[in-house]
């Protein structure tokens, strides 16, 4: 039996299963590779078609079409073609938004691993590699932390230092170095990403495009130098795109976050400094705080020395973030519910004046805005 045409694009037999009403229907199943502008591509069996998502931009962020999504699009011949839904998504990677209004961005869908992508030619910032870890458990992917431009450290004892301090602030995640110039630790990667789609994450200038070029075996993206004068990186990638990788595995590529806010990501937080929360289960009280309070195992574990005092700190620092997103969400959830509520109200007492009146008083016109 061939194999389906989207198989080199994650296609399974569970995906042909939610999609069968829609193929009841005459849509065509496929997954978004790129979207750009109200439009996005879509890889299908009859090849890559560009349609329109016009039918599925709501009000909720967290269902705009993103790159990795599937889709039940309009037969080939529709014009113009539309992206009539989405699939529901089995995991999805989010971020906070800059935006005063507690929204989420969902960066990646249906992904698999999240590979964070940290380079070793800038010095390595462990809170920075936590706060990435955190959105990637949280997402429902397994992460993977790749050690970058690992041959510009060719120093073995410098080196297993480096590793050794990633591996501390990643419990529980294969930690990898890697260099897209050499190709040091790609087949390893490589066989890793072979079980399903990834998402490649991680500031400008951390080598994201060498090494999704070198993974795909083909030049997808431009690669760019890092800045001299401040050793940063240019802005390489501009959107999402979703690449086939010869070993088995599809890629997403993203552009450079110079910020990455959580965004309900307290399971992910806690996946991170899972031994402290192993430690905390021994403290006295159970909404212990790890500062002041007596018989706090936490503490004592970092009065011993058993555990690095700068590791509860990041700890502290993201579960407070965490709380400050969760806390505006709310607020604005709220809000939305009661101009939800007063708008039904205003058309309710409306339309109780056409009945009773025969037309709207001015008292209900008022209402309504």
């Known amino acids: 039996m061939p194999a389906h045409p989207l198989a080199p694009y994650g296609w399974d037999e569970e995906w042909a299963e939610v999609f069968a009403p829609y193929g009841a229907e005459g849509l065509v199943l496929g997954r978004v590779v790129r979207v750009d502008r109200g439009q996005c591509d879509l890889a299908t069996a009859e090849g890559t078609v560009r349609a329109d998502t016009a039918f599925v ?124 110039d050499t190709g040091e630790g790609v087949p390893e990667l490589r066989q890793v990403l072979a079980g399903g789609t990834s998402v490649l994450l991680g500031r400008s200038g951390a080598g994201k495009s060498t090494l999704a070029n070198v993974l795909a075996e083909a030049p997808h993206m431009r690669v760019q130098a890092v800045r001299d004068q401040d050793g940063k990186g240019r802005h390489t990638t501009t ?60 503490r004592e574990a970092v009065e011993s020395g058993a555990l690095p005092q700068r590791r509860l700190d990041s700890y502290r620092k993201l579960q407070r973030e965490n709380t400050r997103i969760e806390a505006k969400a709310d607020a604005f959830l709220r809000a939305a519910q009661r101009r939800e509520w007063k708008m039904r109200g205003a058309e309710g007492r409306a339309a109780m004046d056409l009945k009773r009146y025969g037309a709207v008083p001015e008292r209900g016109r008022k209402g309504r805005r």
């Not at 450290?153 to 930690?175: F, I, M």
């Not at 959580?262 to 790890?290: K, N, P, S």
């Open 57 to 180: 931009v709501p009000r909720d962020p967290m269902k705009v079409v993103c790159t990795g999504d599937w889709a039940a699009v309009d037969p080939a011949g529709a014009d113009p073609r539309y992206v009539r839904t989405l699939l529901p998504r089995r995991t999805a990677f989010l971020r906070s938004t800059s935006s005063k209004r507690s929204e989420a961005q969902v960066l990646a869908a249906n992904v698999d691993f999240a590979v964070v992508a940290i380079s070793l030619a800038d010095e390595l910032e462990l809170s920075r590699v936590e706060r990435f870890l955190a959105l990637g458990w949280e997402s429902g992917a397994t992460p993977v932390l790749v050690l970058t431009k690992a041959d510009l450290v060719p120093d073995p004892e410098t080196r297993a230092h480096l590793l050794a301090d990633a591996a501390s602030a990643a419990p529980g995640v294969e930690v990898l170095a890697v260099s897209g």
């Open 239 to 298: 959107t999402r795109n979703l690449v086939p990788l010869p070993a088995g595995g599809v890629l997403i590529d993203t552009p450079g976050l110079r910020g990455v806010g959580l965004w309900d990501a307290g399971h992910g937080v806690g996946q991170v400094f899972a031994e402290i929360e192993e430690y905390a289960t021994g403290c006295r009280f159970l909404d212990c705080a790890h500062e002041s309070e007596p018989g706090c195992a936490v």
